[in-house]
Nanobody, 118 residues
């Protein structure tokens, strides 16, 4: 059984930094794209950043220059380094991965809360 486990959320003051991690485990053959999404109260879930298996990345305009997504393929782990955090970054952050196991499926983490105080 494949699962994604996130860590690293918390409470931080505006201007501060946090690093999120998401590790995939189970019977994994390969991982294609990995990404971070977020959902703020009363809003739809939105893509924050994504990274392909080869390392190419894309970011939401709202986080460009402040957030960096990276991955360690040997550890089946994706990271999100968040700098210069703003109160509007407050949300539940979800890890996503396109994983080839006994088939090719989308997997989601359980979510981790990030709260940025002003």
């Amino acid at each position: 059984q494949v699962q994604l486990v996130e860590s690293g959320g918390g409470l931080v003051q505006a201007g501060g930094s946090l690093r999120l991690s998401c590790a995939a485990s189970g019977s994994i053959f390969s991982i294609n794209a990995m990404a971070w999404y977020r959902q703020a109260p009363g809003k739809q879930r939105e893509l924050v950043a994504a990274i392909a298996s080869g390392g190419s990345t894309n970011y939401a305009d709202s986080v460009k220059g402040r957030f960096t997504i990276s991955r360690d393929n040997a550890k089946n782990t994706v990271y999100l380094q968040m700098n210069s955090l703003k109160p509007e970054d407050t949300a539940v952050y979800y890890c996503y991965a396109d994983i080839v196991a006994y088939g090719d499926y989308d997997y989601w983490g359980q979510g981790t809360q990030v709260t940025v105080s002003s």
